[in-house]
């Protein structure tokens, strides 16, 4: 899989105008979503090289992440004359750069496309490391292909507009970051104040967890080993993001990721003995950040059945990705459904809900 180039704009024009100079193309398209067509297309208004762009517009949210939308896209290119050297920029939040980069790589067995994600947790984690797909018969990600952006440009001025939501979403992605590299990494995490942003520290602070990400990437590019690192809180995760979709009251992924975050910390902690202080420390950010995920007990078995379908699981074990302390990785971790619903519990007690 080739390498994608990521870069931390100074000055997002010349970032672009360069990395489409490095596609040569016929026709140039940006894929937007209804957000990012008002908040974040009129910053690029001024742009010579995308004077010519055809824009396309897709629905707002992971609800819109689906095969109807896929194929609308699809559409919209075959219809505008797209060709197999044309090029895509997708400008958005993750569902965007998910969703454009899968159908840019399968739209004529696959044309170049540039990333620009305008949200934290796709400049930290959806936009980075060459991910494409959609959401499909109720399971996140369910459908999709490794196909990396030719450029992933990170344009942090974006982040400005962003809401606490949003910014706390692709925080908890950061804060994995932190638990599986250094404990100065994740202390730094931790101590950061989310009430005043220092957008200046959070710029070097995004730097340095694309790192994280882009050193495991290049080892592992197709997930058979360290890759599964990044995994870390997003096999229970998805479980409590996919019973949310499924209930009509869809969370966002950085939130199930943090609560994901808090029962595998605590499998963590039984299994390969991480160290209860940190497990703490960890659970006590997410639940004054996060608030906690709603379920009862009846619900142990449709949440463990969901966890069933994740794409790491071999043979119907569920795998997680554990820790025995930060930065200290065990990979194709299992755990018997006794252990799972005593986790359940666990965090149902400790988040108080």
Known sequence: MSKQEVILCEELESSLTTAIGNCPHDKLFILTDEHTHRLCLPQLSNIPTLKEATEIIIGAEDIHKNLETLASVWQALSEKGATRHSLLINLGGGMVTDLGGFAASTFKRGIAYINIPTTLLAMVDASVGGKTGINFNGLKNEIGVFAPAASVLLETEFLRSLDAHNFFSGYAEMLKHGLISTPEHLAELLAFDTDKIDYAALKSMVGRSVQVKEDIVEQDP???????????????????????????????????VAWGIVCELYLSYIKVGFPKDKMRQTIQFVKENYGGFAFNCKQHDQLYELMKHDKKNTAGVINFTLLKEVGDICLNQTADKDTIFEMFDFYRECMGV
């Open 222 to 256: 197709l997930e058979h080993g360290i890759r599964k690192a990044l995994n870390l809180g997003h096999t229970v995760g998805h479980a409590f993001e996919s019973l949310a979709l499924a209930e009509g009251h869809p969370v966002l992924h950085g939130y199930a």
